[in-house]
């Protein structure tokens, strides 16, 4: 089996290794790269600058982006932005890149998305079909989940996507498929019949030096104050753009089940509208024990701030807010439908949970980890934990894997 870095060749490839080889002009596809937004986006910014750095071209195959927060040296080919309904989008930007990358060549190309064409396919959002049948999840057990189970089935994206993905992974010239977890490995020969042999392992990786502050306990002061929360008592943070899926709603059902002499906060970070959440915190009654921030450019300073992450996620090929809490030395309390919890090492840096449904256990994790006596020890370890898979070890090994297609 693989190591859980990919192969351990790869995870031990030097730096010298990796500047040594040709310099290649790699092609990065994805519709929009808006690091802001977090997730793969902020994962392509990363990558392109760490590409740049070494002195690799890097070309940008987009409809829109951030150009601040990527290398000065990228070379961008405009893109037009998909129109029409939605389950026709992926199809066309897909025949925008395959017409790009024949107009302009690149030594190798990576897609990351629902897209088509690349030599090497890196889907950081898992694959949509094992993605749809977690997305059910998020209902509770019962009538509800069976009815959008039904009605899901009948809808133009689901045929489409499913036709999109056929063409992705099972058509006569196959990508190098890349994934960032042996959960989604799974994944592929469950709904796709793909032999896990053929499948890479990859787990993403963060770049550290966004969360690089000399000033972190000042920030972490300055946070709680803003929060009026003293510096003795624990906060659990929560953050996610799509609070359904990321399973906000059973997070506040599971406060309930947290003794109320116990000191605790939660704090919310992600989308700016959460209305309906306030109101189900002040309908369980638990609303003095949960702070909503919004949306947050930057949300290292609540990194700084809290103690540590909860993220009770319904589906996470692999999670990079998981990472980005490691390399704050924040433990992490996450679900099994996470393929980033297969780099904890219970209990000691985290703890996983079978159902974000099941308030009472959610709970129970919570109280464990918000015990005072044992989470100073489960912070260490959580850095330590951030320290084990770094951003470099990644770009290694990715790299290598861009060779092998370049050669192919």
């Known amino acids: 089996m693989d190591s859980p870095f990919g192969s351990r060749e790869m995870a031990t490839l030097s730096p010298a290794r990796q500047t040594a080889g040709v310099m290649m002009q790699v092609g990065l596809c994805y519709e929009s790269v808006l690091p802001a937004r977090g997730g793969c986006e902020h994962y392509i910014s990363d990558l392109a600058r760490r590409l740049a750095r070494d002195g690799h071209g890097v ?40 017409a790009a990358l024949k107009a302009t060549p690149v030594d190798v190309s990576i897609g990351f998305d629902k897209t ?20 059910f999840l998020k209902h509770p057990p019962g009538l509800l989940r ?6 899901r089935a009948f809808e133009p994206s689901t ?26 490995r799974r994944h592929f020969h469950t709904y796709l019949g793909i032999p896990e042999s053929e499948i890479r392992v990859l787990y993403s990786a963060i770049d550290p030096e966004r969360f690089a502050n000399a000033a972190r306990e000042q920030q972490r002061q300055s946070e709680r104050t803003a929060w009026q929360v003293s510096p003795e008592t624990p906060v659990g943070l929560f953050v996610a753009m799509n609070y359904r899926l990321k399973g906000l709603g059973p997070l506040l059902r599971s ?11 939660l704090i919310v970070v992600g989308a700016a509208k959460f209305s309906r959440y306030l109101a189900l915190a002040k309908q369980l009654g638990v609303q003095e024990r949960v702070t909503f921030l919004g949306f947050r450019a930057d949300p290292s300073p609540a990194f700084f701030g809290a103690d540590f992450l ?14 980005e809490a490691l390399a704050c030395g924040l433990p992490v309390v996450t679900s099994q439908f ?28 919570i109280s464990d980890m918000a015990n005072t006596e044992q989470l100073p020890a489960r912070k260490e370890a ?18 290598k894997i861009l060779e092998e297609a370049r050669t192919s």
Request: charged share 15%; aromatic share 12%.
């Open 116 to 135: 088509y064409g690349q030599d090497v396919l890196y889907p950081q959002g898992g694959l949509h079909s094992a993605s749809r049948a977690h997305s």
């Open 255 to 265: 406060l309930v089940h947290i003794p109320a002499a116990q000191p605790f906060h």
């Open 310 to 323: 909860i993220h009770p996620t319904f589906y996470d090929p692999g999670s990079l807010v998981a990472l």
């Open 159 to 184: 045929i489409s996507f499913k036709r999109l993905e056929n063409k992705q992974y099972l058509s006569a010239h196959r990508p190098l498929i890349v994934v960032n977890s042996q959960m989604v």
């Open 59 to 98: 070309h940008l195959f987009a409809c829109r982006w951030d150009a601040s927060a990527l290398p000065t040296e990228t070379h961008y080919h405009q893109l037009p932005t998909p129109t029409g309904p939605r389950f026709l989008r992926p199809w066309r930007f897909a025949a925008s890149c395959v």
């Open 338 to 365: 996470n393929g980033a919890s297969e780099l904890l090492h219970p209990p000691t840096d985290g703890l996983v949970i079978a159902d974000p449904h099941d308030a009472k256990a959610l709970g129970a994790a």
């Open 146 to 151: 069976w009815g959008a189970r039904f009605l």
């Open 382 to 399: 959580a850095r330590q934990s951030g320290r084990a898979w770094t951003f470099e070890m990644h770009y290694a090994a990715l790299l």
